[in-house]
Structures are given as structure tokens and as C-alpha cells.
């Protein structure tokens, strides 16, 4: 258990990195803003984890509003601000199996639970389950 704990930074921070390199994004601002990914787990600092900064807050509304910002005042910023606002929704994508996202309206953690499977038969089958 304790291993799974100390690997999970590293996880949020590689796998979107990995991602964000492998779609050649421009490695300096891929590394960058890596740190970033991992930025709302300092939400258990105040004693509200997976609430505070896993919410549609912090991963919408401001990173959406500093790309319309920089979409129309600062164009040089967009790039740097798509690659923030992907850093902190993977973090909630990796975190999906309970997250307070409507914090502070709502203070229930939302469950999603995704299921694939393959069949012999070369079929598909993609199923989930949202709970709070």
C-alpha cells in the first residue's frame, strides 16, 4: 500500500508527459508545466482532498478562461495555457475513482468506473458506472 501512495505522483506527473511528448508537443513547454499535474493534490494540505482543487474550478473554469485570455490578448500564452489545462484535467481523468468535481456546490466525491472489454470475436465492449 504504501508503495502504490509514494507512486502516484509520479504517475500523474508521467503519464500525461509522456502523452503531451509522444503528440510531439514542444518538449520545453511540455516539462515545464509537468508540476502542474500534480498541483491539485495540495488540496490534502487543507484538509480537503480530492475536493478543494479536484473541482470543476480549478480544472475548467480557470485554465478555460486563461485560454480565452490569451486567445485574445496574449496569443504567444496559448499554447502554454493549453498544455496547463490538459496537465490539471489528467490529473482528474487519473483520479476518477472518487472526486468531490462540484465542490464546493456539491460535496459528494463522484465515482466513475470504467470497464473494457475484448472478445475472441474482435469486439469491443466499453461500460461504465458514475456513483456519488
Same mark, same amino acid.
Given at each position: 500500500?504504501?508503495?502504490?501512495?509514494?507512486?502516484?505522483?509520479?504517475?500523474?506527473?508521467?503519464?500525461? $508527459? *509522456?502523452? &503531451?511528448?509522444?503528440?510531439?508537443?514542444?518538449?520545453? =513547454?511540455? @516539462?515545464? %508545466?509537468? /508540476?502542474? #499535474?500534480? +498541483?491539485?493534490?495540495?488540496?490534502? $494540505? *487543507?484538509? &480537503?482532498?480530492?475536493?478543494?482543487?479536484?473541482?470543476? =474550478?480549478? @480544472?475548467? %473554469?480557470? /485554465?478555460? #478562461?486563461? +485560454?480565452?485570455?490569451?486567445?485574445?490578448?496574449?496569443?504567444?500564452?496559448?499554447?502554454?495555457?493549453?498544455?496547463?489545462?490538459?496537465?490539471?484535467?489528467?490529473?482528474?481523468?487519473?483520479?476518477?475513482?472518487?472526486?468531490?468535481?462540484?465542490?464546493?456546490?456539491?460535496?459528494?466525491?463522484?465515482?466513475?468506473?470504467?470497464?473494457?472489454?475484448?472478445?475472441?470475436?474482435?469486439?469491443?465492449?466499453?461500460?461504465?458506472?458514475?456513483?456519488?
Amino acid at each position: 500500500m504504501m508503495l502504490a501512495c509514494a507512486m502516484d505522483p509520479v504517475l500523474h506527473l508521467a503519464l500525461p $508527459l *509522456l502523452f &503531451l511528448l509522444a503528440i510531439r508537443v514542444e518538449t520545453r =513547454i511540455a @516539462v515545464l %508545466l509537468a /508540476p502542474l #499535474a500534480i +498541483i491539485p493534490d495540495f488540496d490534502a $494540505l *487543507l484538509g &480537503l482532498h480530492r475536493a478543494a482543487f479536484h473541482n470543476f =474550478i480549478v @480544472v475548467i %473554469l480557470v /485554465p478555460v #478562461a486563461l +485560454i480565452a485570455y490569451s486567445k485574445m490578448r496574449r496569443p504567444e500564452w496559448l499554447p502554454w495555457a493549453v498544455v496547463a489545462q490538459f496537465y490539471l484535467a489528467s490529473h482528474i481523468v487519473l483520479d476518477l475513482g472518487g472526486v468531490a468535481f462540484a465542490w464546493p456546490i456539491m460535496k459528494d466525491q463522484i465515482y466513475f468506473d470504467p470497464e473494457l472489454k475484448f472478445n475472441l470475436e474482435g469486439g469491443v465492449n466499453f461500460e461504465f458506472h458514475l456513483d456519488y
